[in-house]
């Protein structure tokens, strides 16, 4: 299983980040500095700068603001603890660290899976945000806060396709990233009291809050904040959605190619606690999971208990995910009723691709990044839906081959084209579809799409199509970076896309 490998075949170098301090007087809360390029949170005073783009506007960007208090030493493990003050102006012009995770070098230096790995250094100091506004004088504007997906075991803000200068240039909006924790860091449980879970969804919590609190004094609008995140993203926004602790943080959400009924995006206690001791035992920690083995874990490199976790053999399943904590996801999600706690008064726009589940077989099957046709047999067929959910058991895979096809598949690209409509509508494209359906139910405005279209940059072989994740890079405005390969298509459609983001975060 080529998931495992990930965490044993390449790091980048962990490292402390220090914070830059120029020692200026404070201005007060709220307000801008005669300095355009300084801003008064409140925590402190940070200095960004400005990027001019293409297009002739410029735009003020804030890298590495710090939410949180680092998560090390006796904090790690733990729910966030909001930043402290600090004094004079706080440098904010270099990409933060990104928080510590396993990188994907199965396929060596091939764009196509190297363009989702950490691009900073990696370091446990690394709850940081970060904020493009229009340049000069942004007033009220609407405000866009990105999550990021990987699986909830990998992701960083700092991606440069994440990069929001284009969409904040373009359209008039202010974008703001976070890190947050991910993997055991992020969401390792006990479940209990000692180490509860959902540090890396509590790290989003407090980026929100944080954000709700301070963007006016970036021109932004805080009764006009839209959540949008991708895959494991999604589900983080999903989350917040239906928690009680997250209304009112945000007024509209984007969920794109993902939703908390995702089979991978929910563990229950039993589950958890399963991945747990298989880390404690990789450690050599005790697996009773009581204090010893918390001060066991305290105590090892962060670097050594992410290469430690302990991978399932699903298609799609990771070690470590959000579980039910009793306050930030107070229930099951079978349980979590969208009528019973969803404020129906935020407008949600969501959708999937057309290939959601060709990237998960490629790396399954173990195919090669660049072979184009494949081999795939009804052997394959059938490992695959062996896989397809580990937990629940083997589907029935005659009843599941006649919902997809009339006839037994007798070719490749006949075995690819129902496999990979299988795995991506059991992982991403049904969960949204059933968000939908219950939105719709609660009253709710609810907007759809599906994106359908494969770039002209695309590194991955044709036969994957528009893969999970595709349309990322349109939503930010990729295409129009001209070192890299688009055509005009591409550009019409992201310069849409855009448009269609920004429009909704504006006015729903």
Known sequence: MLWKKWQLQCWIVVAKITINVIFLPL????????????????NGSVRG????????????VFYGIPYAQPPVGNLRFRRPVPNISWSGILNATVRPNS???????????????????????????????????????????????????GGFYSGTSTLDVYDATTL????????????????????????????PGNAGLYDQHLAL????????????????????GESAGAVSVGYHLLSPLSRGLFTRAILQSGYLTAPWGFQNNATARKSAKALAEALNCSTELDNSTLECLLGKDAKLIIENEVWGSGVVEFPFVPVQDGLLIPNSTQNMSVMGTFNNETTVLLGSNANEGSYFLEYFLELPATADPVNITEQNFTAVLKALNPVKGEPPMEDILKMYVNVTPSSTEEWLS?????????????????????????????????????????????????????????E?????????????????????????????????
């Open 168 to 195: 904040v240039a373009r359209e008039n909006v202010i974008v703001v990233s976070m890190n947050y924790r991910v993997a055991s860091l992020g969401f390792l449980s006990f479940g209990n009291d000692m180490v």
């Open 418 to 474: 129902v496999l990979d409509a299988i795995v991506g509508d059991y992982h991403f494209t049904c969960p949204v579809v059933q968000l939908a359906e219950l939105l719709t139910q609660a009253e709710a405005s609810v907007y759809q799409y599906f994106f359908s279209h494969r770039s002209s940059s695309n590194p991955w072989p044709k036969w994957m199509g528009v893969i999970h994740g595709e349309e990322i890079g349109f």
């Open 27 to 42: 201005i007060c809360a709220g307000a801008e500095d005669t300095d355009s390029l300084v801003v008064m949170t409140t």
């Open 49 to 60: 700068f400005i990027r001019n783009h293409t297009s002739g506007k410029s735009v003020r």
């Open 209 to 228: 809050s944080w954000i709700k609190e301070n963007i006016c004094a970036f021109g932004g609008d805080e009764n006009r904040i839209t959540i949008f």
């Open 476 to 508: 930010f405005g990729e295409p129009f970076n001209a070192s890299l390969k688009y055509d005009e298509v591409d550009k019409n459609l992201s310069a849409t896309i855009m448009k269609y983001w920004a429009n909704f975060s504006k006015s729903g």
């Open 99 to 149: 928080c510590v995770q396993a990188l994907d070098c199965i396929y060596g230096n091939f764009n196509g899976s190297m363009m989702w790995n950490a691009n900073t250094n990696m370091s446990e100091d690394c709850l940081k945000l970060n904020i493009w506004t229009p340049h000069p004088d942004p007033n009220n504007v609407a405000v866009l806060v990105w999550i990021y997906g």
